[in-house]
């Protein structure tokens, strides 16, 4: 299969959730039939630039990068990415010199070091062109701007404008931290002088590192099943927890599809015109393609989350989210066996879009 004009891939967030993007993945490899990542530019948010980073180390063997990426989330415990951290938890409603939260990440430090630390492989793919770019995004609690830290081939990709910001250097394990630090669970990051948490925070236009890096085709991975609805519909009071987690799920989530329903909006615009008159605005047409779980994570989540340890669990009943829509508990489930049936049904569900996927490349 041949790629059609510059294809990008979107790695949003969604915490342990992210693991179904890597089952979709591993059905492109299958599909695609190629040695090499068939994506010119790779840009994730939150746990997704996880993922996007093992992608882009590994751009010259696509099957390769599946499978570490494959390796690393079915081998989880959730001791491997965080512990309850009492001390954290105390200091949260004191004066403290650590910035404050409930979670203690230093094992997911450990981890990502451990598997994603050599944070010279990009720019030698860049150098060898089997890739031109790889984004990640971070909300900067400094100045409430959005930073996109990238490395890319291509020499104009900066930007600055209302809120959003981007940083070209060489990206390591303190900026997969900072993408990833879920608000008030896990701890902001600190790069250089200033802090930064979940990128999904301040990222209203996820799709525009991609457009940046000169995609004219973008394919998204997402977590949410958006043929479900959000909440109970019933007369349910909801606790903190699960407010939280709302809140959490409408940050992966609404940013995107806000931002894919704007790029459909130009793509009939521009549709609409002459040569002259798209050239004088200076939009181009970009496919968008996103697949979504056909299943909704949160159900399996409810199977697996015994899994937890003893102590998370006794925390998420103590601060009301355990049980009902399992939304928090999805997040924060790094478990292997949860993560298996993740990437199986990414892996259905890819296969299953064959004919899309297809249309997408070709």
Known sequence: MQI??????????????????VGVLKAIA?????????FESISGVSAGALNATALAQDADNFFDAVLRLERIW???YTHNVFTLDYNLMRGFMT???????????????????????????????????????????????STGEATTFFESSIESLYWHDHRRDSVRTRIGVPHLLASAALPL???????GNEYFVDGSLRMTEPLRPAIKMGADR??????????????????????????????????????LNTDIERMQQI????????????????????????????????????????????????????????GHEWRLPSFLLFEGVFAR??????????????????DFFS
């Open 4 to 21: 059609k004009g510059p294809a990008s891939l979107i790695l949003p967030g969604g915490g342990a959730l992210a693991a179904y993007q």
């Open 95 to 141: 004066k403290s010199n650590k910035p404050p939260s409930f979670l203690n990440v230093a094992p997911l430090a450990e981890l990502l070091q451990r598997e994603l630390g050599n944070d010279r492989l990009v720019e030698a793919q860049l150098k060898k062109g089997h890739l031109k770019g790889l984004a990640v995004t971070a909300s900067n609690y």
């Open 267 to 322: 793509n009939h615009m521009l549709g609409h015109m002459n040569w002259w008159q798209r050239k004088k605005t200076g939009l181009r047409k970009t496919k968008v393609m996103v697949i979504r779980p056909s299943q909704d994570l949160r159900v399996i989540a409810a199977r697996y989350a015994v899994k937890l340890p003893r102590g998370i669990r006794l925390f998420l009943r103590t601060v009301g989210g355990w």
């Open 185 to 191: 669970l896990f701890p902001p990051q600190r790069i």
């Open 218 to 255: 973008i394919l998204v991975i997402g977590v949410r099943n958006e043929t479900l609805p959000l909440g109970d519909e019933g007369d349910y009071q909801p606790g903190v927890a699960e407010i939280a987690g709302f809140t959490l799920d409408s940050l992966f989530a609404e940013n």
């Open 30 to 38: 299958e599909l695609f039939g190629s040695r090499c990542l068939p």
């Open 341 to 358: 049936e993740l990437i199986n049904l990414g892996y259905d569900d890819g296969l299953r879009q064959r004919p899309k996927i297809n």
């Open 74 to 76: 079915t081998g989880l």
